[in-house]
Nanobody
Framework: QVQLVESGGGLVHAGGSLRLSCAAS????????MGWYRQPPGKQRELVAA???????NYADSVKGRFTISRDIAKNTVYLQMVSLKPEDTAVYYC???????????????WGQGTQVTVSA
């Protein structure tokens, strides 16, 4: 069984910074991609940033230049460094990983439980 556990959310003033972490544990054979999504109040979940096994990154236009996704492969951990935060960044942030639990099993998507980020004006 695989678990993704997020940490690092909280309340911050506009212009502030936060760093989110997401560590995967359990039976993991390989991880193909990692990413962060967010769901603002009353809105649908949206992609924030993603990183592939090769290290390529992709960002939502709204966070380019302010957010940075990175990973520690040895620790099965993905990070999201957020700077210059805005009130519109307020959301529940979810990490996700596209991974295999063993060589016979197709890759599947796993999700964390979510962590709240609140940015006050």
């Amino acid at each position: 069984q695989v678990q993704l556990v997020e940490s690092g959310g909280g309340l911050v003033h506009a212009g502030g910074s936060l760093r989110l972490s997401c560590a995967a544990s359990g039976s993991i054979f390989s991880i193909n991609a990692m990413g962060w999504y967010r769901q603002p109040p009353g809105k649908q979940r949206e992609l924030v940033a993603a990183i592939t096994s090769g290290g390529s990154t992709n960002y939502a236009d709204s966070v380019k230049g302010r957010f940075t996704i990175s990973r520690d492969i040895a620790k099965n951990t993905v990070y999201l460094q957020m700077v210059s935060l805005k009130p519109e960044d307020t959301a529940v942030y979810y990490c996700t990983m596209h991974l295999q639990t063993d060589w016979r099993t197709p890759r599947s998507d796993y999700w964390g439980q979510g962590t709240q980020v609140t940015v006050s004006a």
